[in-house]
C-alpha cells in the first residue's frame, strides 16, 4: 500500500510541475476589465493613472484613462483585485473587486476628489497623449510598440518610475527576461527613494516578487528563489508571497518545505482555493494523503461556482478514495 501511495505522488508530481504552472502564471488568462474615472461633477479625468494589483498574485498592471476618463486592463485571470487610482491635484481612489478569467467583468466608475493647492501633473499635455496611447498599445497586445513608447516618455522623464514598471511588464510579455529586471531594479530604485512616512512596501514586495518571477522564467531557480524570499520578509502579511516561494520549491523538488508556504498563505488567506489546491499537491508528494484530502475537500468547500480548481480537486478526490 506504501508503494501505491509513492506512485500516486510521484504521479502528482508530474500534474504540479507540467500541467498546473508555476505563479508567474497566475493571475493571468482571458478576462478583460474597463472602468471609467470621473471627477465629483461626474466629468471624465484624462491622465488618471490605474494600477491594478492581485490580491492574490503578484503580477501587478498599469493604465491610463483616456480624454473620455476610459481605461482598462486585458489579460486578466480569476482572482480578486485591488485597483488605485491616481492624478495629481486629485486624492487617491482605492476600490477593491473580484474579477473572472472567463465572465464579463463590472464596469465601475471611480469618482476622484479634488485636491486643494495640489501641483500640476509631471506629464505636459503631449506626453498624456503618448501614455494613452503607449497603454492603448499594451491592451491591445502590441508589446513591442508599447514598450518603444515607454521608453520614448522616459527619456523625457527618467524618474517617472510608473511608466518604467509599464516598460518591464512589457518585457516580460515580450519575454525579454534580463531587461526587463533591469528596469524592475530602476522601478526599486525609485519606490525606495520615497519618503519613508510613505513609502509603498507592499509595490515594493510585488516588484521583488516580479523579478523572482523572471529569473524563474530564466530557469535561473536560486536568484528566484531569493527574491521571492525577499518579498516575504518586506511583506509578510501578503499572502500571495508565501505562495510564490512555496511554488518555487515544489519546482526544485522540496516539497517538505513547501507545505510549510503553503500554509502560511492559507493561514493568511484562509478562502483562498489555489492556495489550498497546491497544498493538496504537496502534501501527495510527501505521500501523506490524508492530509491531502483535507486540502482538497477544502476547495471544494471554499472555491466559487467558475473556479476549474473545484472540479479538478473532486477529481482528485475521486482518485484518492481509489487507493486510501
Known sequence: MKKLAFAFGALFLILVLGSAGLQAQEGRGQGRLAGIAVDESDQPLEGVSVTLSYDQFSRVMTASSNTQGQWGFIGLGLGAVTLTLKKDGYE????????????????????????????????????????????????????????????????EFPDLYQIRLNLANCLIELQNYEPAVEEYHKVLKGLQAEPEETRDIKSIAQVHASIGEAYLSLDQFQEAEDYFKNSLEINPSDPALPFNMAEILMHAGRAEEAVRYYEMAVRLKPDWPKAYLKLGYAWLNRGDNEKAVESFKKVIEIAPADDPDAELAKDILKALVGIK
Open 92 to 155: 487617491d481612489a482605492v476600490i477593491k473587486l473580484n474579477v473572472s478569467g472567463i465572465k464579463a467583468n463590472p464596469k465601475p466608475k471611480v469618482i476622484l476628489k479634488k485636491k486643494a493647492g495640489d501641483s500640476a501633473s509631471a506629464l505636459d499635455e503631449s506626453a498624456r497623449e503618448t501614455l494613452v496611447q503607449a497603454n492603448d498599445l499594451f491592451e491591445e497586445r502590441k508589446f513591442s510598440l508599447a514598450a518603444e513608447l515607454y521608453r520614448s516618455l522616459l527619456e
